[in-house]
């Protein structure tokens, strides 16, 4: 992932945050509308490769605040979204590549995570 890449995705995350968009991350369970959005660094260099830690606290259906924390995004790829283009996003379904050491040498050096983020309508 190059500077570009990561201004692209910091760039639409926080146009979708502040929209009152809602967060749906199947495979962890989280489902809510966000409320807020956090970068490490928080200034991008033209050197960094990764993102160190992505921070989204969200809202619960039952009305609690949550965190979500990713550490060490090395990529991501947008599956689908409304066509708009990134200033105007509403809609977008995408994969983030988390690095993890854990995984073995035959397998991917990253854990794809599908992230969910759709317009709120209850607004």
Not at 30 to 54: H, M, N
Not at 74 to 84: A, F, K, Q, R, W
Request: hydrophobic content about 35%; charged content about 25%.
């Amino acid at each position: 992932m190059d500077y570009k890449q990561i201004e692209k995705l910091k760039f639409a995350l926080l146009n979708l945050a502040r929209q009152g968009c809602r967060l749906n991350i199947p495979s962890y369970g989280i489902s809510g509308r966000i409320i807020g959005v956090g970068f490490k660094p928080y200034w991008t260099s033209p050197v960094d490769s990764q993102i160190e830690k992505l921070e989204i606290n969200y809202m619960d259906d039952s009305g609690k605040i949550v965190p979500f924390n990713f550490h060490n995004i090395i990529s991501y790829n947008v599956i689908s979204n409304d066509g708009t283009g990134y200033e105007n996003m509403q809609n977008a379904c995408m994969d983030i590549h988390v690095f993890s050491q854990s995984k073995s040498r035959d397998e991917e050096p990253y854990e794809k995570v599908r992230v969910e983020i759709l317009k709120d309508t209850q607004i």
